[in-house]
């Protein structure tokens, strides 16, 4: 128990350190980060507290520490990763939306830049 | 690029990524075809020379700054489209799968019968056009889904030979499938009450290039087709309780309101647009 408590708390310290530094030098965005880092310090309070957790397994009906702390984590993972797929959607949809409207203004400008004559010519082969 | 004139304007769009092979053939045989009718090639960043080999046989270009996919490029040509004030739209493939020979029966029955949609069919009529078994049980499967949402049978729910009007290309340039687009962009019809007809066509093998659907992408296209058509229908079954309600408390009030905040009779599924192409002509023209 105490072994897995200390490889929680190691891969904590691990996360929390490597999103700092993520942050630090703009990997990560700040408003991205803080789901990261709420989530490591909050492994980290669990895996140190050790009332707390059994205070959690209690409180959860689990029969054991060890599973109460794993599952615990993967819930905070699976909602930071469900949190994160809605954000890159969001993404996706904004960067296809702009694309396509970079795209269309660019069309626009080229047949507004065409010369007079340019233009007639074009039309007549186009047609 | 000539601006639409007169009241059925037509464009014919072609969504490309690496057709240097076969995209001035289809090109020039629109063209041939459909002497005056501009032609739109929309090239989804190709790397090869697909923007040359159409500008030189005679299409104008919407270049996408990036790649977007199937569904993000067609999409793009809708909203120019929309945009520019056409009155029809036909979608050809930039493969030289589809006879551009049929494009004006597709677009006769377009003009005439006042549906939103006319797709190009293989299966309507034998026509000696042939397809894959693996493709050909998909088509089977996905018609055996879609019968019952959309109420009436559809023999080619796959084809991408497709003719839309402008009430459809106003919700397409707003709203439409990202991937694989072609039966969702059914149901997304189907929500609006929108209908749709078929027109025999003819289809070749592709002369160049290879389907994008391929192995393990075909488990993946059924997953992710079926999803985005239950997604669609709890959408629309949403819209028909709410359409439902709204017609119950205001009994002499016909014209709904959608969630984008546009009035129209086809924004409910129970309100079928009667208005021909004229009810919209001039907007965004």
């Known amino acids: 128990m105490d072994r897995l408590l200390n490889v929680t708390t190691f891969l904590s310290l691990v996360l929390l350190v490597l999103v700092l530094i993520s942050v630090r030098r703009a990997h990560i965005r700040v408003e991205y980060s803080v789901t990261w880092l709420a989530a490591a310090v909050a492994m980290l309070i669990l895996s140190r507290a050790r009332p707390l957790l059994e205070a959690v397994r209690q409180w959860s009906g689990l029969p054991d520490t060890p599973l109460t702390l794993f599952l615990f984590g993967s819930g905070i993972f699976v909602l930071m990763f469900f949190r994160f797929s809605v954000i890159i959607s969001h993404l996706r949809d904004d960067n296809i939306a702009l694309a396509q409207r970079l795209a269309i203004l660019e069309f626009h400008l080229r047949q507004t830049a065409r010369p007079e004559g340019v233009e007639a010519n074009a039309s007549a082969h186009e047609s | ?285």
């Open chain 2, 1 to 285: 690029m000539t601006r639409p004139t007169g009241p059925d304007s037509l464009l014919v769009i072609v969504p490309a990524f690496n057709e240097e092979g076969a995209i001035a053939s289809v090109v020039s045989s629109v063209r041939r075809h459909l002497p005056g009718v501009p032609v739109l090639v929309i090239d989804d960043c190709s790397s090869d020379n697909t923007i040359p080999a159409a500008r030189a046989a005679g299409a104008s270009i919407l270049p996408l700054p990036h790649h977007l996919g199937l569904g993000g490029c067609v999409q793009a040509g809708y909203k120019l489209a929309y945009e520019l004030g056409y009155a029809y739209v036909i979608r050809v493939d930039g493969d030289g799968q589809h006879d551009a020979g049929d494009i004006p029966r597709i677009f006769e029955r377009l003009k005439t019968s006042g549906c939103e949609m006319v797709i190009g069919s293989r299966f309507v009529a034998e026509n000696g056009s042939r397809t894959g078994t693996v493709r050909w049980l998909g088509i089977r499967f996905f018609r055996a889904v879609l019968r019952p949402i959309l109420g009436k049978p559809v023999h080619d729910p796959t084809s991408g030979f497709v003719g839309v009007n402008r009430r459809a290309l106003d919700v397409f340039s707003r709203s439409f499938p990202l991937e694989y687009p072609e039966i969702e962009a059914l149901v997304v019809l189907q929500r609006r009450a929108f209908r749709f007809e078929e027109v025999p066509v003819t289809m070749r093998p592709r002369t160049t290039g290879r389907s994008s659907i391929t192995g393990l992408k075909s488990l993946y296209y059924i997953v992710h087709v079926l999803l985005g058509v239950f997604v669609n229908v709890l959408k629309y079954d949403r819209r028909f309780h709410r359409a439902q309600r709204e017609s119950s408390r205001k009994p002499a009030l016909n014209v709904a309101t959608d969630t984008a905040g546009n009035t129209g009779r086809d924004a409910g599924p129970n309100a079928r647009p009667n208005a021909g192409p004229s009810a919209d002509r001039g907007v965004g023209g």
